[in-house]
């Protein structure tokens, strides 16, 4: 299959023979939208995409990335308009507040339904993110990538069974995108390599860091690492996804 420029990143992520190629593509993403959103080209500038940060909101960890980012001016206009809209928006949630009433028997219960305005606010604001919501549509097009590659690339389909498989994470996005995406036929084929694999890579990360533990006995203090120095991070990179050892991302400039 000749190579496109939207099916490079895949094959770039599946030959660097990483615990998971959708975290490689994780990675890349969210840097480029970190350098989109603060980088030197400078979009916080542009009104069009302040209005989109400002109506998006970040959550919590890429607030903290976008700080490690290293742009105090970027982040400060993000944050002046942003502050402007959801100041409005308190404004406008504080005048129509009203708590719901609530019946004893609910009481007893302590139920967790959301019984007030300002609460399904302020939840509404917590579960949306600027980069978050950029990256689920570039995430969704990679993974109809990954599966039209598989059904039309014999060289591609040969790199995936050849691969340390996926996170548990992206694990469960490929289970999924399998059912919707591939035929009854393609299916079993396709889980038939799938779960072997992802069996046999989670056996060989198992025994990577049980080997680490191993290390820790003063009686293989000279026996040899094997693949067990790096055990810890791509144990928890494979549970979990990311990379627990990467170093803060910052500002190119």
């Not at 030197?40 to 607030?63: L, N, Q, V, W």
């Not at 060289?155 to 009854?184: M, N, P, V, W, Y």
Request: contains cysteine.
């Amino acid at each position: 299959m000749k190579e496109q420029l939207y099916t490079i990143p895949l094959n770039d992520a599946f030959q660097a023979h990483d615990e998971c190629p959708f975290c490689f593509i994780e990675r890349k993403v969210e840097q480029d939208l970190l350098d989109f959103t603060l980088g030197s080209g400078s979009s916080y500038m542009e009104s069009d995409i302040r209005d989109m940060t400002d109506k998006a909101g970040f959550c919590r960890p890429h607030f903290k990335k976008m700080f490690q980012y290293g742009n105090t001016l970027g982040n400060a206009w993000i944050l002046k308009t942003h502050y402007k809209k959801i100041n409005q928006e308190l404004a406008e949630q504080t005048k129509k507040f009203k708590p719901a009433k609530i019946s004893f028997l609910d009481r007893l219960k302590r139920s967790t339904d959301i019984n007030n305005t300002m609460t399904a606010w302020v939840y509404e604001k917590e579960a949306s993110c600027f980069i978050c919501n950029q990256y689920k549509d570039t995430y969704a097009r990679y993974l109809d990538t990954f599966f039209h590659m598989y059904k039309n690339d014999k060289d591609f389909r040969r790199t995936f069974e050849e691969s340390k498989g996926f996170c548990i994470s992206h694990f469960g996005d490929i289970c999924q995108g399998a059912c919707e995406k591939l035929s009854d036929k393609q299916k079993d084929e396709f889980f038939s390599i799938l779960f072997p694999l992802m069996q046999k890579n989670m056996e060989r990360l198992a025994e990577d860091v049980s080997w680490m533990v191993e290390k820790f006995d003063y009686r293989n203090a000279d026996a040899d690492w094997k693949n067990s120095k790096d055990a810890i991070q791509r144990g928890m990179q494979k549970l979990k996804g990311g990379y627990p050892a990467d170093p803060v991302y910052q500002s190119k400039k």
